[in-house]
């Protein structure tokens, strides 16, 4: 664990125990490859990591995010790219991984993949979403001379809040004030790409 934190090697959730990988480099295996990690470490950078320019080559991004064996099904992954320009900070989200399909190349968007939540009792939809998903990407928009950060956002099906947990078992109408639905998500430590001299 020590090692993991040394390394900025390290990953958060908003409470559910999603697990997620996050590598960069010019030469990763192919995401269906099976000792995709292995040469990930080998040959790229994990999360927490600094990636150099390699004038003339654009990296590539390779992704794995798992379920908590306890928690909804996957909904998609998402890499968000962030950088400064005219002195300001901007992001672009890319949906990379979809459970339900192929991510639209005009929109960089994942479909609705129809999973729902019954408020009345918490159920939620068992028959869409995905165990685990993974995607190798390259970002569309590379701009080698450009510094910038890149990290990983999983999200899972939707499911109860835990005040509309709450207000089920006390035999109460939900707080209007919050949303009685959330996304729980994980986030992975970044990549920053730092252009090549």
Not at 128 to 143: I, Y
Not at 153 to 163: A, K, M
Not at 167 to 189: F, K, M, T, Y
Request: with cysteine; glycine share 8%; charged share 25%.
């Amino acid at each position: 664990i020590y090692d993991s934190f040394r390394r900025k090697e390290t990953f958060g959730t908003s409470g559910t125990r999603m697990k997620v990988r996050f590598f960069a480099g010019y030469d990763l295996p192919n995401a269906d490859d099976l000792d995709v990690v292995e040469k990930s470490y080998a040959g790229g950078v994990h999360m927490g990591g600094d990636l150099i320019g390699e004038i003339g080559r654009t990296p590539s991004f390779f992704t794995w995010v798992a379920k908590d064996p306890n928690s909804a099904p996957l909904d998609r992954i998402q890499i968000i790219k962030g950088w400064v320009e005219d002195g300001e900070t901007v992001e672009e989200v890319y949906d990379v991984a979809c459970s339900n399909g192929d991510v639209d190349s005009a929109t960089h968007r994942c479909i609705d993949n129809g999973a729902v939540v019954d408020i009345t009792d918490c159920s939620i939809s068992t028959d869409v979403g995905a165990a685990e998903l993974r995607a190798g990407w390259q970002d569309p928009d590379f701009n080698p001379n450009q510094h910038a950060f890149y990290y990983v956002r999983g999200l899972e099906n939707p499911t109860c809040r835990w005040s509309t947990w709450d207000a089920i078992r006390a035999g109460v109408e939900p707080n209007p004030d919050l949303q009685p639905i959330i996304q729980e998500r994980v986030w992975s430590s970044p990549i920053w790409v730092t252009p090549a001299q």
